[in-house]
């Protein structure tokens, strides 16, 4: 089959369909059944046995995902009061079960999750690249384990930690930088001499 030789069918450019299920593949193959398997045991002990359990394998997490409340229910038990989500209703229906899971996108954001670890909605929904789903779950997971405000409920050592002090410093650090660069730029449009932009180097340094 095409799939035991991955290399070959990425260096053959055939057509879009085919390079389309070539990239599908690769996705598929991010996807980890032991992250997944994590993942379900924080959702469980965060939420409560309400939400349930999937089936173990990749469609049954996607179902159990899919129309957003089980995710909707996550984001809102990290946090004590002022529940992002208001309203967490199971529809049938195609858009509203992806309106829910924009929602859960939404405040997850705002809860503190990075753009880059953002799923799509079709990624869940049209399980077009659950790994992109595992990923910023496992980032939330994080981002919860940091902020450490009680509200998180699960074996902390499940996630990393996400390094706020060390961010801060190294924004420290680029501010003084960049006032630098800045300090360098303005003599420079002054017409000042190389000697000059050395002083104004030496007096950063100092």
């Not at 999937?54 to 995902?65: N, R, S, T, V």
């Not at 984001?75 to 208001?86: E, F, G, R, T, Y």
């Not at 195609?94 to 880059?116: C, D, H, N, P, R």
């Not at 449009?189 to 104004?200: E, H, P, R, V």
């Amino acid at each position: 089959m095409a799939n035991k030789g991955p290399q070959v069918g990425m260096a053959n450019k055939g057509p879009s369909y085919g390079m389309s299920r070539v990239v599908q593949d690769k996705i598929d193959k991010k996807y980890d059944a032991e992250v997944e398997e994590l993942l379900v045991q924080w959702i469980v002990a965060q939420c409560g046995s309400g939400v349930g359990k999937p089936e173990a394998g990749k469609l049954g997490f996607q179902d159990w995902l899919k129309d957003g409340c089980v995710l909707s229910e996550l984001i809102n038990s990290l946090h004590k009061d002022n529940k992002p989500i208001k309203k967490i209703a199971s529809s049938s229906m195609a858009f509203k079960q992806m309106e829910q899971i924009s929602q859960f996108l939404t405040a997850a954001e705002s809860y503190g999750v990075i753009k880059t670890d953002m799923f799509q909605t079709v990624d869940l929904w049209e399980g077009k690249d659950l790994a992109a789903v595992q990923r910023t779950l496992m980032s939330l997971g994080s981002v919860a384990v940091t902020k450490d405000d009680g509200n998180y409920h699960g074996d902390p050592n499940w996630f990393f930690k996400k390094a706020q002090e060390n961010r801060r410093e190294f924004t420290d650090d680029q501010l003084k930088a960049g006032k630098g660069v800045i300090g360098l730029q303005m003599g420079s449009n002054k017409g000042a001499s190389q000697t000059g932009m050395s002083y104004g180097a030496t007096r950063q340094i100092q």
